[in-house]
């Protein structure tokens, strides 16, 4: 598959994706209570719940709780609530002391914070990897494989770091290799 430009209305079948989920995989806490605060910002009644930020929780559970998230802040389809979901991520992150303090190792930067996404996943995940690249002047690249974040999620995420940035890319594209294999293009 070639890159295309990331829209919302790239096909995305949740409920078959969801199936081919390992079912040894996790997510921290933290994410968990992001969401939370996802449906509070769209004010959306949340649950109330509270998840201890650095504990690892079955992924699993952690996407069906996304995909209840996005049915209730979706505009249009179910895509477009995983990218709202995904979009505020970053910027909320970035609010606590961890992202305070990676926005100054790398001096508020976008493409200094952009570098740092691998060790960010790989803390953040307990499979899966991400590598960035820059292949030429003002474009970046971010590669998850086996990461398991539907699609328009990290492309929400992509969009929230962009936004935090005040960046209005040139160009935002998207090539998905395998299932679980998703790179992101960003021109800028």
């Known amino acids: 598959m070639a890159f295309v430009k990331y ?13 081919s989920v390992p079912r040894d995989t996790a997510t921290r806490g933290m994410f968990f209570n992001t969401l939370q ?5 769209h004010r ?3 649950s109330g719940q509270k998840w201890i930020g650095f504990k690892q929780y079955p992924r699993l559970e952690f996407l069906k709780e996304m995909r209840e998230v996005a049915e209730q802040v979706k505009d249009r389809s179910l895509n477009d609530g995983f990218f709202k979901a995904g979009r505020f991520v970053y910027p909320d992150f970035a609010r606590t002391l961890v ?6 190792i790398a001096n508020n930067n976008f ?7 691998p060790r960010g996943y790989a803390a953040a995940n307990k499979y899966g990897k991400a590598e960035v690249s ?14 398991w974040d539907p699609m328009p999620f990290s492309a929400g995420i992509c969009q929230g770091v962009l936004d935090l940035f005040h960046i209005d890319p040139i160009k935002f594209e998207v090539e998905q290799s395998a299932l679980a294999h998703v790179t992101f293009r960003i021109t800028y």
């Open 37 to 41: 605060k996802t449906l509070r910002y």
């Open 99 to 104: 992202g305070k303090s990676i926005f100054a």
């Open 134 to 147: 820059v292949p030429y002047d003002n474009c970046v690249q971010l590669s998850l494989e086996n990461v």
């Open 44 to 46: 959306k009644e949340a």
């Open 7 to 19: 829209t919302n209305d790239i096909p995305f079948d949740f409920e078959t994706w969801i199936q």
């Open 111 to 117: 493409l200094d914070v952009v570098r740092l996404a």
